[in-house]
């Protein structure tokens, strides 16, 4: 009856917002985001800044991990036209990014033949080993195999007193790469939601997943199709007060019986009963992030 809803995310659309066919010949768009890099990043050589920030594609919504406040930062250096410290950090990142779904995961596959190789080390160094393993738990496909494999291509030489020449094109790749990876494994680019009404929520057969278990379920709230959003002293507060009846619905009756409740035509009266007591769900504050 429940379906999980995405409610904790960072949000990043400006650069969506420049590129869009209106915001493109709106001067005012355009003149607010390169005001934004020219405050942040300074006057000198703002053209150029304004296009390498323009060149990069995060992911409009993503989940809340550190990693992607450090990525943040990597791309400022980008922006800004420190080349090297944007390359080695990108490429740290895509190493600290394999240990956590490395040690995050690993419970759930101790049968794996690759288990006993990573089951006690709390950090690792081999980026062909852990690609290897999570492709083999299904958890990185071809594209991510690769896109690993191409970071690290860039990293070695980087780290390991290799070539550094055309670091300003380098820079950009990874930065590029694991905005990519990130998007496509916990953003909009990856299969881990549906949409309704505008709302984002996990399909039913995606909650067992141990990816979308472990790193897309705690930014979520369990909720019936007839919850509602509030704003209680200035904070956007989830309620569902309602006992749900233990029915099960596909994605598709749940979307619209949602649908139907938004707009007043209840389809679903018979499925629930209203709850003497109000559960009120509400989300942390977060400085990045939204409620959908």
Request: charged share 30%.
């Amino acid at each position: 009856m429940k379906r999980y809803r995405w409610t904790k995310f960072f949000i990043d659309t400006e650069r969506n917002l420049v590129r869009h066919p209106t915001g493109a010949i709106d001067p005012r768009t355009v003149s607010g985001a390169v005001g934004g890099v020219t405050y942040k990043h300074g006057l000198l050589k703002i053209q150029d800044k304004y296009d390498r920030w323009l060149s990069l594609v995060p992911p409009p919504l993503c989940v809340p991990i550190e990693w992607h406040e450090l990525l943040l930062e990597a791309e400022s250096a980008y922006v800004h036209g420190d080349y090297y410290p944007a390359l080695t950090s990108a490429c740290c990142l895509g190493e600290r990014i394999l240990n956590h779904l490395i040690i995050g995961l690993r419970g759930y596959y101790t049968s794996s033949s690759r288990y006993k190789e990573i089951a006690r080390k709390e950090s690792f160094q081999d980026w062909n080993r852990l690609i290897e393993t999570l492709s083999e738990w299904g958890i990185l496909n071809d594209d991510l195999n690769q896109q690993f494999k191409d970071l690290l291509n860039l990293r070695n030489p980087a780290v390991h007193f290799g070539d550094i020449k055309d670091r300003q094109n380098k820079s950009g790749r990874a930065v590029k790469s694991v905005y990519s990876v990130t998007s496509k494994m916990f953003g909009m680019d990856s299969d881990h939601f549906f949409v309704c009404e505008g709302e984002l929520y996990i399909p039913k057969d995606k909650i067992e997943e141990p990816l979308v278990k472990e790193f897309i379920v705690p930014h979520c709230y369990l909720l019936g199709y007839k919850h509602r959003v509030e704003n209680r002293d200035a904070t956007p507060t989830i309620i569902d007060d309602e006992i749900y009846n233990e029915i099960k619905l596909t994605d598709e009756e749940f979307i619209e019986y949602r649908k139907a409740w938004k707009k007043g035509e209840d389809k679903g009266d018979t499925l629930s009963e209203k709850s003497p007591d109000k559960d009120h769900n509400e989300p942390p504050n977060h400085a990045n992030a939204a409620d959908s």
